[in-house]
């Protein structure tokens, strides 16, 4: 997760998985240390004080891109200062069945007036239009936006899913 801050999603997420018994690693970023940080410390959460990003080159740290590359399926949280860019240089790291969300979202300013602005959410800091093309160029599949929409979150897959398993399962028949 990028963008830390109270550490809401990030607690949520370490608890969900220990009740679920998953074999979860989270690593979570902020620029600022809080004091609350000791507690998701002592939970098993590796948080970090770290600017990750080299902004001009658009790159993150080698640590950052091995994490990501780990086996398993990757799920990345843009919630920082500049979600649009944190997407678009995060997003091409993702390994086929991965995921990246981003928060503060909402699919355009229009629908954000209409039915989030001072009822749901307050904030609109990434909209459609300000990453459709990383999503183009990444191969980026927006999932569940229904459900995503109504808690101001994008999501998306990187590819397919369904297609990629049943290639698989073609390609091992073949063998």
Known sequence: EIGTSKGGLTHFLNEVSK?????????????YEYPWYNDFINNGIDLRIDDIFYWEDKQVKK?????????????ILC????KRLEFEILSKYLKFGDHIMAHDYCKNNEIFEQKINGK???WCELTYSDI???CKKNNLVSVDEEIFDEV????????????????Q???DVEK
Do not use: P
């Open 63 to 75: 640590y950052v891109v091995d994490f990501i590359r780990e086996e398993g399926v990757t799920l």
């Open 152 to 167: 101001v979150w994008f999501c998306a897959s990187k590819g397919d899913v369904t297609s990629n398993h049943d290639k």
């Open 132 to 134: 459709e093309e990383t």
């Open 79 to 82: 919630d920082g200062g500049d």
């Open 120 to 122: 749901i959410w307050n």
């Open 169 to 171: 399962q073609s390609e």
């Open 19 to 31: 009740e679920e018994n998953l074999n979860t690693k989270i690593l979570t970023f902020d620029l």
